[in-house]
Structures are given as structure tokens and as C-alpha cells.
T-cell receptor
């Protein structure tokens, strides 16, 4: 089975500073990796995905992620954090079912807090 | 969460009762995926329906079941509720065999007392 790990439960950053939310993966074969964001009392919003191609993936709201095969990482980044970016962030990997089809396997989530 | 509606938003049930959660039709998507987000357990895959059939289920007991209707909307039923079933239940659309890259519904917060 595929898995992802988010080593930080919480990340604190000052508004205007760059932010990084870390994710590492363990997969057999080529990884399909995703980032989602969850605001309080809301569902999951898709931010970006890596399937193939350029290692730097650009997504919604100014976020981007860098796929690094040698380090098996897929860290989420933003050059300048906003207070409104404060939310819970999930990394996920496509995980195939035996017999066809697949699902998402999520990391444990990282709470991002952006302070003034 | 455009195009994905879940109801009710909140649901409070007593242990032993049954809960029914709903996920609205999603135009153009034949699949529905259900996930459970329980405190301390993270997001876990629960069920996958495609074209009206259950295609796969996660590591959950049989008292978690559901169905998908001809209009592709879906219900999740949880029988004989236990306290640990308290969680946020999320659904997501899919096409064929995948649900990645889609935004989930806002979820139903189920509280079992």
C-alpha cells in the first residue's frame, strides 16, 4: 500500500514570510501526489497534484509543491504567507485497489498558523 | 465545494440508533467516494460506489453501508451506532476509477451520544 507522512503537526509562520509544509511518500511505482486544504467546518479543497512532468507544480491560491524523487518528498510551499492561509493541510497519494480503481490515502495533516 | 452537497450538516444520534447521510448528485460524475475523518484517526477511505454498485470498501464493519441511486446521488448508512462513529463524513465525486483532484463536500458532522 502507498503512504504519505506529514512530520509536523503544526507549522507557525509570520505573515509575509515563505511557508513550507512537509510531506514524504512511500510508494511502489510512480507516485500520484496531492495537496488538500481544510478550513474550519468545511470540506477538503483540492490545491494541486503531481502526476508526471515538471517537478514544480503550481496550484490554487498561490501555492506550489516541489516533487523530489531522490528524497521522496512533496513539500507544499508559498512564497508569502497570508493570515487567511491558516488551515489544516493534507498530503495524499493515490492508492490502487486490487482489481482496479483507486482511492486517496491521506497523511495525518499539518495545522498551519500564520500570524501577523 | 462547488457541485458537491452533503446533508444534513450536523446529526446527533444516540448509541444504537441508525444514521443516514446523503451526498447530492454530481453532474457528469458516476462515482462517489466516502471518507471518515475521526479525531485521532485522520481521513480514512470508507466506501466507493460507481454506476450504482459498491466497488470497494475500507476497513470498516458491515454496519457501514450505503447505496448509489440512478441519479448518482448516494446515501451512507451507519447502523447500531457506537460512540467512536462520531466523525466528519465526507463524500467526493469521481469518474470511473478515480476521485483524485476533486473537491470534497463540506461533510456531515455525526455525533453519537
Amino acid at each position: 500500500a502507498q503512504s504519505v507522512a506529514q512530520p509536523e503537526d503544526q507549522v507557525n509562520v509570520a505573515e509575509g514570510n515563505p511557508l513550507t509544509v512537509k510531506c514524504t511518500y512511500s510508494v511502489s511505482g510512480n507516485p500520484y501526489l496531492f495537496w488538500y486544504v481544510q478550513y474550519p467546518n468545511r470540506g477538503l479543497q483540492f490545491l494541486l497534484k503531481y502526476i508526471t512532468g515538471d517537478n514544480l507544480v503550481k496550484g490554487s491560491y498561490g501555492f506550489e509543491a516541489e516533487f523530489n524523487k531522490s528524497q521522496t518528498s512533496f513539500h507544499l510551499k508559498k512564497p508569502s504567507a497570508l493570515v487567511s492561509d491558516s488551515a489544516l493541510y493534507f498530503c495524499a497519494v493515490r492508492d490502487a485497489f486490487t482489481g482496479g480503481g483507486n482511492k486517496l490515502t491521506f497523511g495525518t495533516g499539518t495545522q498551519l498558523k500564520v500570524e501577523l | 465545494e462547488a457541485g458537491v452537497t452533503q446533508s444534513p450538516t450536523h446529526l446527533i444520534k444516540t448509541r444504537g440508533q441508525q444514521a443516514t447521510l446523503r451526498c447530492s448528485p454530481i453532474s457528469g460524475h458516476t462515482s462517489v467516494y466516502w471518507y471518515q475523518q475521526a479525531l485521532g484517526l485522520g481521513l480514512q477511505f470508507l466506501l466507493w460506489y460507481d454506476e450504482g454498485e459498491e466497488r470497494n470498501r475500507g476497513n470498516f464493519p458491515p454496519r457501514f453501508s450505503g447505496r448509489q441511486f440512478p441519479n448518482y446521488s448516494s446515501e451512507l448508512n451507519v447502523n447500531a451506532l457506537e460512540l467512536e462513529d462520531s466523525a466528519l463524513y465526507l463524500c467526493a465525486p469521481g469518474t470511473g476509477t478515480s476521485n483524485y483532484g476533486y473537491t470534497f463536500g463540506s461533510g456531515t458532522r455525526l455525533t453519537v451520544v
